[in-house]
């Protein structure tokens, strides 16, 4: 079965606010985790990566943590706007191997104004 | 955005009929990967590229090969299309140093009938 899973299919939140979306992985050998996300229509586009040795890293309104202990990713987007609404993917580089990604079933965003 | 076309972008095909998809990247980059869209399943990866005549399988590779003789070009061949296989292809690139960041397609939507 799939090592990367989410926990909630869908997550509603109000503009303005924070929104948490989770994940979780069962493989210890991979080395990265990616943050995709997917507009209606479009292709999954790169939003931020992790790699195993470090437990969070930050982008523009993103913050990542990784917590190895219990196999947990989460993507924080800090003050939701309505252009974050988008399916969201975690995904990662299956037993470190170059090039394979295993990508999880997604989580979608809706953003209420 | 990345420099990746995908044609043909719709195609309705019979079940049994040769299909071929065609990726096509301006951006010199040394990996490329074909994956497969479908509801309730995530992206999952059909057959990656990590150089010119260097392929190796994916997740989902039964059914399906691929070609790269140009740097530039990725192609995705459905020998025989079944039912099954109707789905959103993507096509993504990335460079090796970081594979991980992998940019992606428009997408092509084939619907085998």
């Known amino acids: 079965g799939e090592s990367v899973g989410l926990h909630l299919p869908t997550l509603s939140v109000q503009e303005g606010d924070n929104s948490i979306i989770n994940c979780a992985y069962s493989?210890?050998?991979?080395?990265?985790f990616i943050w995709y996300k997917q507009e209606s229509g479009k292709g999954p586009q790169f939003i931020i990566d992790?790699?195993?040795?470090?437990d969070k890293r930050q982008g523009q309104r993103v913050t990542v943590l990784l917590n190895k202990t219990v196999k947990h990713l989460s993507l924080q987007i800090a003050a939701t706007q309505p252009g974050d609404s988008a399916v969201y993917f975690c995904?990662?580089?299956?037993?470190?191997?170059?090039?394979?990604?295993?990508f999880g079933k997604g989580t979608k965003l809706s953003v209420k104004p | 955005d990345a420099g990746i076309t995908q044609s043909p972008r719709h195609k309705v095909t019979e079940t049994g009929t040769p299909v071929t998809l065609r990726c096509h990247q301006t951006?010199?980059?040394?990996?490329m990967y074909w994956y497969r869209q479908d509801p309730g399943h995530g992206l999952r990866l059909i057959h990656y590229?990590?150089?010119?005549?260097?392929?190796d399988k994916g997740e989902v590779s039964d059914g399906y090969s691929v070609s790269r003789s140009k740097t530039e070009d990725f192609l995705l061949t459905l020998e025989s299309a079944t039912s099954s296989q109707t789905s959103v292809y993507f096509c993504?690139?990335?460079?090796?140093?970081?594979?991980?960041?992998?940019?992606f397609g428009p997408g092509t939507r084939l619907t085998v009938t």
């Open positions: 993504a690139i990335s460079e090796s140093s970081v594979y991980y960041e992998q940019y």
């Open positions: 493989n210890s050998a991979s080395d990265y």
């Open positions: 992790i790699r195993s040795n470090m």
């Open positions: 995904a990662e580089n299956y037993g470190g191997s170059q090039g394979n990604l295993i």
């Open positions: 951006e010199n980059h040394r990996y």
């Open positions: 590229s990590y150089g010119v005549k260097d392929t």
